[in-house]
């Protein structure tokens, strides 16, 4: 099994920043050996790249280049959560929004160039299955969305990794007594 690390070394990859919350949620969750992401968008280092609607003020390969840059913002979170991305055992799920023009069916073109992108990176551990979905709107105009389950090794997770936080109930927040 190849290193991934080694492989974005190889490929001359450089990552940006890892994207910040900007909301009430994570951009990592960690349950069991899943690692769920939360969407990302195309930017680098905090500016958008991609703004705009595919099939209209985007064509098919503007809309790519923006799927492999939120890719790379995937990786990005995932050195910056767990340490090293030979942490990743499988990717699992790519789930990617295109903001599409009426009538634009070609949100799978948008999406194989994050999916090439994974699958250069992890070889055979980056085949996942895929949902590319077309919508009106994205977040600050932004052309395309993706999120990704990961399964990891987790003996190989070198940081911790915020985990879903344990529910409330009446029960286990009453005094004793």
């Known amino acids: 099994m190849s290193s991934p690390d080694l492989r974005v070394r190889e490929l001359r990859i450089e990552l940006p920043a890892p994207p910040a919350a900007v909301g009430a949620y994570q951009p990592v969750t960690v349950v069991g050996d899943m690692l ?3 969407g990302v968008l195309p930017v680098w280092n905090g500016e958008l790249r ?9 064509n098919v390969a503007d809309g790519a280049e923006a799927a ?9 979170l ?28 070609q949100q ?20 996942h299955t895929r949902t590319a979905l077309g919508t009106s709107d994205l977040p600050l105009g932004a052309a395309v ?26 029960e286990t927040t009453a005094p004793a007594g």
């Not at 991609?50 to 985007?58: F, M, N, S």
């Not at 492999?68 to 990005?76: F, I, Q």
């Not at 799978?108 to 085949?127: M, Y």
């Not at 190989?156 to 409330?168: K, N, T």
Request: net charge positive.
């Open 36 to 38: 769920y992401t939360s």
């Open 50 to 58: 991609y703004a705009g609607v595919v099939g209209d003020d985007l």
């Open 68 to 76: 492999r840059l939120c890719v790379l913002n995937l990786l990005a």
């Open 78 to 105: 995932l050195r910056h959560h767990i340490g090293s991305l030979d942490a990743i055992r499988q990717v699992v799920q790519l789930t990617g929004f295109v903001r599409s023009a009426p009538g634009f069916g």
């Open 108 to 127: 799978p073109k948008v999406l194989n160039a994050a999916s090439d992108l994974l699958f250069q990176v992890f070889g055979e551990r980056g085949r």
């Open 145 to 170: 969305e993706v999120s990704a389950v990961f399964r990891v090794f987790r003996d190989l997770v070198a940081r911790p990794v915020p985990s879903q936080p344990v529910a409330r109930t009446a």
